[in-house]
């Protein structure tokens, strides 16, 4: 089963420091028929104005992963950790019994655009944790690159939860499969381009699709893309 | 010294309790065993059963506000089955088991 989620139907603002768009509940979007996804809570597409971002706030009990599209994002946090990414770059950090943390562009100049995802944690009350890491962009064309695992690995990030978050980049006409289990859930997000999945379900720029038993996925450039995908339980 | 008590959603941020904006008395006490125990009475019956649906996602706060220092951030981490209420007293009781001190003028606003 696929369910599609134009672009357009996200809950979209505009606080003039940050503009954004909320893929599920949070914030001033409360919508009790669209909490979740499996683990996945929330989804936040987020483009911060230069020098700006959000002061000290708590975490707990969430795997929160960043993944920075434009732009640099700086994080910091009370277990004493420092890191400024960019494109490339992903941040993950595990709340579990607390932390509490601040997110700012760090540039005076650009803006920043961010993904930001938080994923129920597969036990409460884990030790909080921080980690950044970093792949080669060039390593996301025509292969669905695993960016976040449980197991990790070189260039990934772990993860709390049994999921793999993958990014990539099609050319015009490539196509690539992902062959999933019937009882996992599948999430594909459109950064940049358009795509089809299993020729019949056209995705746009930004756009979402939420898969269930389906087993067979094929993804079909209808024009350069970037995309995300994520193998759920 | 001016003092705010907050419960709000861990996920989506939303406010649920404050009583700047709503009327009920609470106390804070140390457990013997560690960890805390907030006692809410009085608090809207409405906000205290979306509290109950939630209760294993909550920010638990409570911020001083000194009249000559910034302000200090107390924040909850509210343990699993850790939440109750004694309808008949209107008595909301949160348990936390850890607590972060945090001053928000140490890290970029």
Known sequence: MFTVYPSAERFSFDRGWLQG?????FSEYQDPNNVSFGPLRVFNDDVIAPSRGFGAHPHSDMEI???ILEGQLRHEDNLGNVAVSSFGGVQRMSAGTGVVHTEHNASDETHCNLLQLWFEPEARGLKPSYMSSSYNPASLNGQLLP????????NQ?????????????????QEIKFVQHPDRRTYVFVIQGSLT????????????????????????????????????? | MKET???????????????NKHSFTYELIDLPAGGFRMTLVGAPEEIVQH???????????RFELPEDAPQIKHWYYVKEHGVQY??????????????????????LE
């Open chain 1, 21 to 25: 768009s909320h893929s599920f509940s």
């Open chain 2, 5 to 19: 008590v907050m419960v709000k959603h861990a996920v989506t941020g939303l406010e649920l309790l404050n009583n």
């Open chain 2, 86 to 107: 004694q309808a008949d007293q209107q008595q909301l009781v949160i348990e936390a088991s850890s607590e972060i001190v945090y001053l928000p003028s140490e890290y």
């Open chain 1, 157 to 173: 990030a772990t993860i709390h939860q049994d999921m793999t978050l993958y990014l990539s980049r099609l050319e015009k006409g």
């Open chain 2, 51 to 61: 509290i109950l649906t939630l209760q294993n996602e909550l920010n638990l706060f």
């Open chain 1, 147 to 154: 960016i976040v695992s449980r197991q990790g690995g070189e």
């Open chain 1, 197 to 233: 999945m299993n020729q019949e379900h056209l995705l746009s720029k930004r756009d979402a699709v939420r898969i269930e038993q389906e087993t067979h996925l094929q993804m079909t450039a209808e024009e350069p893309v970037f995309f995300l995908l994520i193998d759920l339980p």
């Open chain 1, 65 to 67: 992963v960043s993944i």
